[in-house]
């Protein structure tokens, strides 16, 4: 099983910017797993930010933050990040790294771990 630990979560004001990290450890298979960021609000389920595969590691993203977050991974450090421009008062959310035990998915259902969760405050 992997252990994923994120990192990076603050209180910014609208406009600023903010890079979270995911470091994995406790697995073979990172390089290869597709990773997921996912968010969730008070009051709110839990919704996918963006995703990227393994090995070539093709990006997806929701609509709502296209254009403004971009993921990575550095597989060499089992490491996957989420920088996030421009920020909003509506991304407001603790935001979570998790494996996904298959391909690209945006359901939660899918994946298998998960971090602990960062906060990210945005105040206008």
């Known amino acids: 099983q992997v252990q994923l630990v994120e990192s990076g979560g603050g209180l910014v004001q609208t406009g600023d910017s903010l890079k979270l990290t995911c470091a994995a450890s406790?697995?073979?298979?990172?390089?290869?797993?597709?990773m997921g960021w996912f968010r969730q609000a008070p009051g709110k389920e839990r919704e996918f930010v963006a995703g990227?595969?393994?090995?070539?590691?093709?990006?997806y993203y929701a609509d709502s933050v296209k254009g403004r977050f971009t993921i990575s991974r550095d597989s060499g450090k089992n490491t996957v990040y989420l920088q996030m421009n421009s920020l909003k008062p509506e991304d407001t959310a603790v935001y979570y790294c998790?494996?996904?035990?298959?391909?690209?998915?945006?359901?939660?259902?899918?994946?298998?771990?998960w971090g602990q969760g960062t906060q990210v405050t945005v105040s206008s």
């Open positions: 990227i595969r393994g090995g070539v590691g093709n990006p």
């Open positions: 406790g697995g073979r298979t990172f390089s290869s797993a597709f």
């Open positions: 998790a494996k996904n035990r298959g391909g690209y998915s945006t359901m939660y259902s899918s994946y298998d771990d």
